[in-house]
């Protein structure tokens, strides 16, 4: 029994001292943010001549640092921040705004640890757009039009990622499915004019059963209740201006799609959905059919909404 007793200790006190002899320290190591962080940019079409670009509004943007291992960048800090990863330092970004317009563009640099440094640096770009005429007239009229979000086609709302997809692979609504929840969706119109004296456009959104949105920071109309889920809210519409403005969402031209969007201005109108988001893509229009695609609420979120001409 001893002997057993004094192997056992002996064997305990090998372990103990191999234990203390293969003791390892580990450090952090060295945790300094990204130095010397840089914004450049190339406004396309820049000249003496034309120092804000050709008017396409596609400006190449590259961030550079010493000791960085990831960037993000937000394309208008002058509107709240955004920021987008980015798979290299290196972006096109395309101002769809028209006229001459300054955005604020904010750059983040990681290094190890979650160390970070950030800067900011303003561009100047000029962006022209002419709508084809077929797309004035086949949302207006000529003169003014009235949409309504068509219950009888399925799809006519759907939800799919804003990113390398086209159509609503998450969600596409079948016929008359809000009609006993949110029949709101379906009895709002939305009345697209033309002044054409002065060629401005506006858009009159009517409200009879109240709008289909969302909440708190989820919608920009006013008048809606902090917190709730998606439903109809009181809210007896809004009169806004709008433009056509090159689409901004990157849709390869190959894709089905006008390669135009509608911009709404101010926070008292919407299309179909009331979105944060105020520009809408035209994917598809005709004279009595227009389909659209506008980013959601949810990052990551494109919804899809067919409407039809009254």
Known sequence: ????????????????????????????????????????????????????GDGSGNVKITITANNALAYKVDYDANNAVDLVYLSSGTVTKKYATLGLNTYRITAVAYGKGGT??????????????????????????????????????????????????VVPEWWAATVNEKVATANCLYTSTFKF????????????????????????????????????????YTYTGGTSNFSFIPASTGIAAATPSTQTSILLAGNTTYIGYGAVQKEYEIMALTATYMYLRVQGTETGNAWYIKLKAL
């Open 116 to 165: 970070s440094s950030t800067i900011t640096k303003d561009v100047t770009v000029q962006s022209n757009f002419n709508v084809a005429p077929a797309i004035a007239d086949n949302l207006t009229g000529g003169t003014s039009k009235t949409w309504i979000v068509d219950k009888s086609v399925p799809g006519h709302m759907g939800v799919g990622p804003w990113t390398g997809s």
């Open 193 to 232: 004019s033309k002044d054409v004296a002065t060629g401005n456009y506006t858009l009159q959104v009517t409200n009879p059963d109240g709008a289909f949105t969302k909440t708190g920071a989820l919608t920009t109309l006013p008048g809606i209740p902090a917190t709730g889920a998606e439903a109809c």
């Open 1 to 52: 029994m001893k002997k057993t007793l004094k192997y056992l200790l002996g064997i305990f006190v090998i372990v103990i001292t191999l234990y203390r002899c293969t003791d390892t320290t580990y450090t952090m190591g060295d945790l300094t943010a990204p130095t010397d962080l840089v914004i450049t940019t190339e406004i396309a079409g820049a000249t003496t001549a034309t120092p804000n």
